[in-house]
């Protein structure tokens, strides 16, 4: 019975997304059902349960799966912001209906009610319309066809550019105050200037998250959608060449609007190698489809706007100066030992290998070595380092960007380890592949 429910199940994968397609999502959600009914261990197939009733607007049994999902896999990113949109929504649903409720109660009784001829009919449908619009850009604060910078996002990237907070990848991952983060950015919708300096960062950094969510349409927009897409597959040598395309097709609001998140995006993936994370994150908020399914894709999307951000917006004379960003330039040698002579790591640290390899040697290297080798070589990027290694357990060999962010940062932090450990030593020490640190196993040159 199980292989004939697993062989049914595959054979309707096409169906399930056919009544996405056509917003029947009550029979998707039956579809969705047997597949979690089939691998019940799996969250991704709980979390297209919870997107198909938040389609519905049925927010509880949305949060309801979300929450399942959740519990099996507590990191998983995507349940993480459909939950938190379902949570914003669910609010805003329940603030509209109260307006309604209010404009409906009974007026009091005019002693002299105008005559039926001279009661204002309201505008023609199209005029209506377009005020429709008018309202959807004032509250989400954003005009696609203006090269404005709304307020919100200008002050928040500011803010969150900083050297102090662009080195925390955490301002995305820890929830903010909810109430506190809707009523400013009700403040920044009513045109009011709105310090954010006493709010804290990741508040500042929810107010970020919930413009991008509250946009009436995504800000790669849906009309483009599956040119991103189509985009992300090209081979490495087409990739930067299909995404400006596509950069070129955006409404020039939207065009500065991305720059400038992505300009926020790209410093703390200078210093934390996020950018995976950081578009998995962002994925849903800036390349949402109008189904509302998930699609992993624009995870990679989004990825490749951030590692490519430079030689995308570089000379785009929309955006002229753009907004500044601090970038990485402490000198490497200023943080260690100087050396003699042409210097390809900049920083010294006894008892560490150091070694002048590139990636491939380094993977040669290690390929023949026994578990727990590990080797630290140079990188591309500025005050960085790089350390390769094989892990003791698995015999996997494998990469990490070291990144010392400034001489006002002391330490060194790499994926995963957001706060600095105070040396290359410690950090190597702290990582779970049984690195042999106080007996390498290549040796250390002199």
Excluded at 265 to 290: C, D, K, M, P, T
Aim: proline share 8%; with cysteine; net charge neutral.
């Amino acid at each position: 019975r199980s292989t004939l429910m697993r062989s049914s199940a595959a054979s309707d994968v096409y169906k399930r997304q056919a009544f996405i397609n056509k917003k029947d999502y009550d029979s998707a959600i039956k579809q969705f059902l047997l597949v979690c009914d089939i691998s019940p261990h799996d969250a991704n197939n709980f979390v297209n349960v919870g997107v198909a009733y938040a389609n519905k607007k049925d927010y509880e049994k949305a949060l309801e799966s979300f929450g399942r999902a959740l519990g099996i896999d507590p990191s998983h990113a995507v349940a993480k912001q459909m939950q938190r949109r379902c949570l914003t929504d669910q609010k805003k649903r329940a603030d509209k209906l109260k307006a309604q409720q209010a404009a409906a109660a009974p007026a009091p009784t005019a002693h002299h009610a105008p005559p039926p001829q001279q009661q204002q009919q309201g505008p023609p449908p199209q005029q209506q319309q377009h005020h429709m619009q008018q309202q959807a850009a004032a509250y989400s604060g954003f005009d696609p066809h203006s090269d404005v910078l709304p307020a919100l996002v200008a002050t928040t990237v500011a803010y969150l550019s900083r050297e102090e907070e662009s080195t925390n990848l955490g301002i995305f991952q820890e929830q903010g105050d909810a109430r506190l983060i809707q009523e400013v950015k009700a403040r920044f919708d009513r045109g009011e200037r709105c310090p954010v300096d006493g709010i804290g960062s990741h508040n500042v950094a929810g107010l970020l998250w919930l413009w991008c969510h509250d946009l009436p349409e995504p800000l790669l927009t849906f009309g483009l959608r599956d040119r991103w897409l189509a985009a992300s597959q090209e081979p490495t040598h087409r990739l930067v060449p299909a995404l400006s395309d596509c950069i070129a097709l955006l409404p020039p609001g939207s065009r500065r609007a991305l720059h400038a998140l992505l300009s926020l995006l790209h410093a703390i993936h200078s210093y934390q190698n996020a950018a995976g994370r950081l578009g998995a994150f962002f994925a849903e908020e800036v390349l949402w489809s109008e189904s509302g399914l998930h699609d992993g894709n624009a995870g990679r999307v989004v990825e490749l706007l951030i590692v490519y951000y430079q030689e995308l917006f570089q000379g785009d004379p929309l955006l002229g100066a753009g907004v500044a960003m601090p970038t990485p330039q402490v000198p490497l040698a200023t943080l260690g030992r100087k050396v003699a002579g042409p210097d390809p790591f900049g920083y010294f640290e006894n008892g560490i290998v150091f070694k002048n390899f590139t990636r491939d040697e380094a993977e040669s290297k290690l390929a023949v070595s026994p578990g727990g080798a590990y080797l630290v070589r140079p990188s591309s990027q500025p005050n960085c380092l790089s350390v390769s290694y094989k892990a003791l357990d698995s015999g996997r060999v494998g990469h990490l960007l070291l990144s010392k962010p400034s001489a006002s940062v002391p330490g060194w932090t790499t994926d995963g380890r957001p706060k600095p450990y105070e040396s290359i030593y410690a950090l190597l020490k702290s990582l779970p592949y049984g690195l042999a640190l106080a007996n390498p196993v290549l040796p250390i040159d002199p």
